[in-house]
């Protein structure tokens, strides 16, 4: 029997809905993606939630709900002074802690749940740090090994300002520590150095040497021999001022840090 185009556009369109209307009878349709990090499939911990899935765009109540961490500990883990903890999104905190000069993010929260709840982290790979009111919390109520001591004790943030007091408590952001808002960036500079800088290394500013990280300015990379036209060439755009931090660099222009971070890392890696 021959069909015509009737007759398909027909059958297209009833097979489409059909599927559509069985799903929602059997309660498998959703129009609304799922935050559901990835599980382990093997060992002690298989069908619990790994914590190195943790996404940027989980809000606090989604690790609080994911992981069954109060939200108490959370808020004052990373300084969260809103009035809905659970509301706040995991991708602001990069911005909000980019002047302690380390990389304190998504990351950071990964490192901290995994640590809380005693599920395997790898902690070999990119440093990652935490805020002493973290530290603070997890070594009053998880289970460390020596060895997850060590690291947190070198990998919490050492501020140079005061910090809060020891007791356990939401903390409110103060103007010295984390400004209101970040001011504008100047990407042009004066002659001197490529892109307008004064090619003068930031002595507050001195990052470990050909690892690219918080501390590290364009002048840096230019310094461990980077060459101006492949920086140029991978941000799309003239060198900025040789000594603004990468960092600030990355959050004026709307850009995730971390990935900009490791594409300028696969750059020094090369030479």
């Given at each position: 029997m021959r069909i015509t185009p009737r007759w398909m556009a027909v059958s297209v369109v009833f097979v489409?809905?059909?599927?559509?209307?069985?799903?929602?009878?059997?309660?498998?349709w959703t129009t609304k993606s799922t935050k559901e990090p990835l599980k382990?499939?093997?060992?002690?911990?298989?069908?619990?939630?790994?914590?190195?899935d943790i996404r940027g765009s989980y809000t606090f109540g989604d690790v609080s709900r994911l992981f069954e961490i109060p939200l108490e500990d959370l808020a004052v883990a990373f300084r969260v002074s809103e009035p809905d903890v659970a509301a706040v999104s995991l991708k602001t905190l990069e911005e909000k802690f980019v002047d302690l000069g380390v990389d304190l993010g998504t990351s950071s929260v990964r490192l901290f749940v995994a640590l809380y709840k005693g599920l395997p982290f790898e902690l070999s790979g990119e440093d990652i740090f935490l805020l002493p009111e973290a530290s603070e919390l997890l070594k009053q109520k998880a289970s460390l090994s020596p060895e997850q001591l060590v690291y947190l004790d070198s990998h919490t943030v050492n501020e140079a300002t005061e910090l809060a007091t020891p007791a356990i408590q939401?903390?409110?952001?103060?103007?010295?520590?984390?400004?209101?808002?970040?001011?504008a960036l100047t990407l042009t500079g004066g002659a001197g150095t490529p892109g307008g800088g004064s090619g003068t290394p930031d002595p507050e500013h001195t990052p470990e040497a050909n690892k690219v990280g918080g501390k590290?300015?364009?002048q840096h990379l230019l310094d461990w021999g980077v060459k101006q036209e492949d920086i140029e060439k991978l941000i799309g755009q003239p060198l900025p001022s040789a000594n603004l931090l990468i960092k600030d660099w990355a959050t004026s222009q709307g850009l995730s840090f971390s990935t900009v971070k490791d594409q300028l890392q696969a750059l020094?890696?090369?030479l």
């Open positions: 489409l809905f059909g599927g559509i209307l069985l799903s929602i009878a059997l309660g498998e382990f499939t093997e060992g002690e911990f298989a069908g619990e939630y790994n914590p190195a939401v903390v409110t952001q103060s103007s010295e520590v984390t400004p209101e808002s970040t001011p590290t300015t364009f020094v890696d090369e």
